[in-house]
């Protein structure tokens, strides 16, 4: 058990960038000087098939090495796996559901089990097609779930991660831009599903 910590459980399909979003947060995080782990469950890895990926954020020292099964946070990045995964197993009753989707939250409800807790939306296509051209869903995703947990300041997450992107895309500019786009415009309509 973790105490004064923070665990996230993605769920997301090979290729869509889940297990890349939980290995990014993991980095920024650890940039803010917190303890952190990020990491896949492998199974049989193949483009399209459903993939999940772990996130531990702490302010102390992590001693358990194990997967995830009491999550306070479950990011959704398909919502075609909320009709064949059990997105909410284990689930912290005060958690939360971030589900990428352009459903409305009483939707998205209605295929969660009887799941009562807090359920977000986003619509991570919309904003990657309009910020970046394509649909990558990881960086919308990625700053949904910093902006529902609150494992790190908004200002610090946008500033590391513009290092970060600057570091993997140096030759690339317009890839810097367009994700930043995505990081910034996604925070502002967390602001308003959060509000």
């Known amino acids: 058990m973790m105490s004064s910590g923070y665990e996230i459980r993605w769920h997301g399909r090979g290729g869509q960038g889940a297990k890349t979003a939980a290995l990014l947060?993991?980095?920024v995080a650890f940039k803010t000087g917190k303890y952190v782990q990020g990491f896949p469950e492998y199974g049989p890895e193949r483009m399209g098939a459903p993939i999940t990926a772990f996130n531990r954020i702490s302010e102390n020292p992590i001693r358990v090495h194990s997967n995830i099964y009491t999550p306070d946070l479950v990011v959704v990045v398909?919502?075609?796996?909320?009709h064949?995964?059990?997105v909410t197993a284990g689930l912290k009753e005060e958690g939360a559901v971030l589900?990428?989707?352009s459903m409305t939250e009483g939707e998205v409800r209605t295929l969660l089990k009887g799941w009562q807790g807090k359920i977000y939306t986003i619509d991570a296509?919309?904003?990657?097609?309009e910020c970046l051209g394509k649909y990558f869903p990881n960086s919308p995703m990625l700053a949904a779930a910093v902006?529902?947990?609150g494992v790190m300041e908004k200002e610090e997450f946008i500033a590391d991660m513009e290092a970060s992107y600057h570091h993997k895309f140096a030759k690339k500019?317009?890839?810097?831009?367009g994700n930043m786009k995505a990081l910034k415009m996604t925070f502002r309509v967390m602001e308003d599903v959060a509000a």
């Not at 398909?78 to 909320?82: I, N, S």
């Not at 500019?173 to 831009?177: A, G, M, Q, S, Y």
């Open 173 to 177: 500019p317009e890839v810097i831009e």
């Open 147 to 149: 902006a529902v947990s």
């Open 99 to 101: 589900v990428n989707t």
């Open 84 to 86: 064949t995964v059990d």
């Open 25 to 27: 947060l993991a980095d």
């Open 78 to 82: 398909d919502e075609t796996l909320l």
């Open 125 to 129: 296509r919309k904003i990657s097609l």
